[in-house]
């Protein structure tokens, strides 16, 4: 079969020690400090089969290139890779997909050859203490997919059946097509799901809520916050093009970072000022840029207000903890998309209409384009990219 594979140099920087078994395995624990000059190929490798009883064998129909793939991708001036998370290279990429059950393990219960499915990325082992404790996104056996793990940038990938979800519902409004597209963007979205709802603990209805970085996440959490009552969301970024779709999913006021610094104005200025002075009860940092937006964010929380952290980079940020004090404010680190019914709720919302996510796609690629593809995604200038496989 055809796959999209990444492959880089063993290149552990001065000062990383990798452990024996990050050796053994050529799987660093943190990607960046590791893994340097990487290259990416459309190649024929060998078709997966299952081999345990609980698997599924997938033809993928549709995968998402995520903001973690453009890392891979991206490289700093000595020519590391910029992921700062695991990664285990050569490697198939991808992990934002959908597609069509081609054969199931004797032991699978609850999917069928036809069905339509959407896959976690995150495949946590279920065995444990996390995993038995219920909290699968810090599975301590975790494979990432398309990262430590084959993934979906190819026409065939297996998957467990506790990782997979039936999109069958969406039948009832959506075309084919439609579906598939569909079935590739809830893993973002559930990773927005997750730090809102969940790590986040949710917001009232008439609550304040503010996203800085309007990519895939970051729209996926304007989406939801917009479902759930917010009274006020405002967005920030630093793309034109991000801004206005995040506007058309739901945000009441939209913000390019750089505009507002050329006329002297702070975001923290904006938000007081759009909730009469009280702050935001809910703030997302879905940019990865946290020493640029936690010291905006945490000088506009509301008192109780959170500030969830879902953008991810190897990275540290000043925080004064006298307003978190004075505010009873707290700060709270989301990664993943598994469990607490995430993907079955927004499977649900989906099948309904309620949710409305397709604007967060502005591009479409077919399989033989994914090096353009990739290229492009660097300059972010768009929101969701979709790689059209089957």
């Known amino acids: 079969m055809k796959a999209f594979v990444a492959d880089a140099q063993w290149a552990p920087k001065s000062g990383y020690k990798p452990t024996a078994e990050e050796i053994s395995k050529r799987r660093a624990v943190i990607g960046s400090s590791v893994w340097r000059n990487p290259t990416f190929e459309l190649k024929t490798v060998p078709t997966p089969d299952i081999i345990d009883s609980d698997e599924l064998l997938i033809a993928v129909k549709r995968c998402g290139i995520c903001g973690s793939d453009t890392h891979l ?4 001036p000595d020519g590391y890779i910029q992921f700062s998370g695991p ?33 976690e990325s995150i495949h946590w082992c279920g065995s444990c203490t996390p995993c038995r404790s219920g909290a699968f996104n810090q599975c301590k056996n975790v494979e990432l997919i398309g990262i430590t793990a084959p993934g979906a940038l190819a026409e065939f990938i297996t998957a467990k059946e506790r990782h997979c979800w039936n999109i069958n519902a969406l039948r009832r409004i959506y075309s084919e097509d439609d579906i598939f597209d569909l079935g590739a963007l809830i893993e973002p979205v559930g990773c927005a799901y997750n730090g809102i709802f969940i790590g986040g603990g949710g917001i009232r209805p008439g609550a304040a809520v503010v996203v800085f970085g309007a990519g895939p996440i970051g729209l996926a959490a304007v989406a939801l916050s917009r479902l759930a009552g917010a009274n006020i969301v405002i967005a920030f970024d630093i793309h034109n093009k991000r801004l206005d779709i995040a506007k058309a999913m739901g945000a009441d006021y939209v913000f390019n970072i750089i505009d507002l610094e050329k006329i002297g104005i702070l975001p923290r200025e904006k938000i007081m000022d ?3 002075g009280y702050g935001a009860e809910l703030q997302i940092e879905a940019a990865g840029a946290a020493r640029r937006t936690v010291p905006e964010m945490e000088n506009s929380l509301a008192v109780n207000g959170k500030l969830v952290y879902l953008g991810r980079s190897a990275t540290s940020a000043e925080v004064e903890l006298d307003i978190l004090v004075s505010g009873a404010n707290s700060i709270i680190g989301v990664r993943g998309h598994s469990g607490h019914g995430i993907y079955n709720n927004i ?10 996510i397709k604007n967060m796609i502005t591009s479409y690629y077919e399989f033989t384009e994914t090096l353009t593809a990739l290229e492009k995604s660097v300059k972010r200038q768009g929101a969701k990219c979709i790689i059209r496989i089957g």
Request: glycine share 12%.
């Open 87 to 119: 990664a285990r290279l050569p490697q198939t990429i991808g992990h934002e997909y959908s597609g069509v059950v081609v054969k199931k393990g004797d032991g699978v219960r609850n999917f069928k050859a036809g069905d339509m499915v959407a896959v």
């Open 73 to 76: 991708y991206e490289t700093t």
């Open 274 to 276: 759009l909730t009469d």
């Open 347 to 356: 499977i649900r919302l989906l099948s309904t209409g309620r949710l409305q």
